[in-house]
């Protein structure tokens, strides 16, 4: 993944309804990018008030947590608390079957991480499907029957989600869906 913002919905488009090596329909890899995603939420909680403004993580890699921050004076200052920031989020991260050993700073992304959050807007939820496919378009793709199983599920498992608002539950479940429509349209003849 590049050092651009990550949205959500490309976390979930790359694993939602993945085969495994059998090839049966698998929704592990979502159930870990949704307890990423939680993760991030609680970025405020443990930097506390003076740097939640100005810091957001948006890539967890292994167990690297990638941060971007307003500025270098941002990252210079989160880079003295850097340890204690790591163990701060040790009980979060374990809470949600991850773990983190190290951060990374960036503050060139800052600009386009800051105006995709989802306290500004619900931009982080939009998808990014190229403008040429229409409602039309995936209407006209079917889904077998484990494919809407595994759908129905995906939207069970993103409405329990209690930090999350219904609006964005849904555009979340939708966004996935239509993702998902958008690769068999592509694969199509």
Sequence with gaps: ??????KISDIINESVLSKDAKGAWSGQTFNKSANQAMLFGFWKDVVGKKFEKLSMPYELKGSIL??????PAVIQE??????????????????VDLN???IRFNYKNWMSIKNASPENSSAAFDTDTPV????KDYETIGLDNNEKLEF?????TIFNIESMPPHLKEKMFNN???QYKAKKLRKSP
Excluded: H
Aim: without cysteine; hydrophobic residues 40%.
């Design 1 to 6: 993944m590049a050092n651009d913002f990550s």
């Design 66 to 71: 990638f941060v971007s921050a307003a500025s």
């Design 78 to 95: 989160l880079g003295f608390y850097k340890n204690d920031i790591i163990e701060k989020y040790l009980p979060y991260a374990k809470g």
């Design 100 to 102: 983190i050993t190290d």
């Design 132 to 135: 040429y496919y229409t409602e």
């Design 152 to 156: 129905e599920k995906l939207r069970e």
């Design 176 to 178: 996935a869906l239509n």
